[in-house]
């Protein structure tokens, strides 16, 4: 920031109403013409200002500011004793505008002082800040923004972390915070993820800050799963982007599916049912894993039905219908085909069932002897 202290450093209290527009324009035009866009603020030479010159000032849009600690730098003292007496007449939350000189012969020295000022200053808890348009110290109000992230998940007993960067678009000076928390979407708390609500705090200068959310491993084939990271409760900034999202992409295999071959006996009545059971070598964790089942059997009949293994299930029974008969008849045979299946990897695709006849009921005993039988 680029302030206006007159042309040609006069006291303008001796300059008529005139000569005051006059010098403050001047200068206006040649810090236009370094490149630089002026400020608002205009400092008198010498501290010299009354409602007079307030005024004048005014009418050209410009502030009057003046300082509150002066170690009269640009008359005499070392660089230590120039810090000594600025960090002496500092005054808790007070504005502490600080009157030092360049373009002196004694820059050289007031230069020397400024690392200690500052940071000693900051060691007792003082924050930098630009004068705002009304001349009082402005701290800037930074924006915090958090982007999306992403991590592969790990093994029982191996968390991997999801890490989110918080960001601020310019460094502040003065301590800043936000509130962050987790909550689930597809991924749940507690089960895919430790839950997070804490506030992150940014040192001044600091525009960077970490997240890290544990992720739980398992051995569940599973879909993409995301989680929620929220920002809110901003103390001295704004939230630009108040979420973002983590995923967790899974590292598990793809189950495996196959069939059980069951037999049965065909009953003399009714139509009783048989269940063809489908399997997977590990527990699915997606509830849209389906497997369609066809039923081909010997009589000319064919069945189609779509069935789903739940989540965290490794089985699921496929109900047939068998029509009895009283026929004598071989062992008869259908199979079950999977086609079309989703999240599962086919290792054995077809299960045949037979069905075999009821055992013949066993004859009658002989009966006694019939009468008038002739004996020897």
């Known amino acids: ?6 042309y040609a450093h006069e006291n303008l209290l ?10 403050l324009r001047r200068t206006a035009t040649a810090i236009r013409s ?15 200002v009354d409602d007079r010159v307030r005024r004048v000032a005014g009418e ?16 005499f003292g070392d660089a230590a004793t120039i810090a000594r007496r600025v960090l002496g007449a500092l005054h808790p939350h007070g504005s502490n505008v ?15 002082a400024l690392p200690a000022i500052v940071r000693e200053a900051r060691a007792r808890g003082y924050c930098f800040a630009r004068l705002g348009p009304g001349g009082r110290p402005t701290p800037p109000v930074p924006a915090v923004s958090v982007p999306d992230t992403v991590v592969r998940e790990g093994d029982p007993g191996s968390p991997t972390t999801l890490r989110f960067t918080l960001r601020l678009d310019r460094p502040t000076s003065r301590r800043v915070s936000v509130r962050v928390r987790t909550a689930s979407v597809s991924a749940v708390t507690g089960d895919d993820f430790t839950r997070v609500v804490r506030r992150v705090r940014f040192p001044v200068g600091v525009v960077r800050r970490s997240v890290a959310v544990s992720v739980r491993g ?27 999202t983590g995923t967790i992409r899974d590292n598990d295999p793809r189950p495996n599916s196959t069939f059980a071959t069951p037999r049965s006996s065909s009953p003399l009545r009714g ?22 089942h066809r039923h081909r059997q010997t009589r000319p009949t064919t069945l189609d039905q779509l069935v789903t293994i739940p989540a965290g299930q490794r089985a699921l029974g496929v109900e047939v219908t068998v029509v009895a008969d009283a026929l004598e008849e071989p062992d008869e045979t259908f199979t079950v085909v999977v086609d079309h299946v989703t999240g ?10 037979t069905i075999t006849p009821p055992p013949p009921p066993p004859e009658p005993p002989p009966g006694p002897a019939a009468a008038g039988e002739a004996h020897g």
Request: hydrophobic residues 40%; proline residues 6%.
């Open 98 to 112: 600080v009157l030092l000189h360049d373009g002196v012969a004694r820059s050289s020295i007031t230069l020397q």
């Open 14 to 23: 001796f300059l008529t109403d005139a000569g005051i527009r006059s010098t």
């Open 34 to 48: 370094a490149g630089v866009t002026p400020s608002a603020l205009m400092r008198p030479p010498y501290g010299a």
């Open 344 to 353: 599962a990897t086919v290792v054995r695709g077809a299960a045949t069932v």
């Open 60 to 75: 050209l849009g410009l502030t009057s500011v003046l300082w509150d600690v002066d170690p009269r730098d640009w008359e």
């Open 1 to 6: 920031m680029v302030g206006n202290h007159s």
């Open 218 to 244: 398992d051995r569940i084939d599973e879909a993409r799963e995301r989680m929620r990271l929220r920002l809110d409760r901003g103390r001295r900034l704004t939230i630009a982007d108040a979420r973002a």
């Open 271 to 292: 139509r009783p049912t048989l269940r063809v059971t489908s399997t997977t070598a590990q527990p699915t964790g997606d509830p849209a894993r389906r497997h369609r």
